[in-house]
C-alpha cells in the first residue's frame, strides 16, 4: 500500500525527481522492471530538458 502510494505521489509530479526507492515494490508486484522503468523516466526528463532549452534558446532568437 505504501509502495503504491509513493508511486501516485511521485507519478502525479510527473517523477520530477526520478522514481523513488519506496515505489520499486509496487512496479515488480505490476510485473515491471523497476530499474528499467527508473531509466526510461531519467531519459525522458532529460529529453523534456533539452527540449526545454532549444525552445528557451529559440524563443531569444525570434524576438530580436
Known amino acids: 500500500a505504501l ?5 501516485l505521489q511521485e507519478a502525479k509530479k510527473e517523477f520530477e525527481d526520478g522514481v523513488p526507492l519506496a515505489a520499486y515494490p509496487y512496479l515488480s508486484e505490476k510485473g515491471v522492471d523497476p530499474i528499467q ?5 531519467q531519459v525522458q526528463l532529460v529529453l523534456v530538458d533539452i527540449i526545454g532549452g532549444i525552445y528557451g534558446t529559440l524563443r531569444i532568437f525570434k524576438r530580436k
Open 37 to 41: 522503468f527508473s531509466q526510461q523516466v
Open 3 to 7: 509502495s503504491q502510494l509513493a508511486f
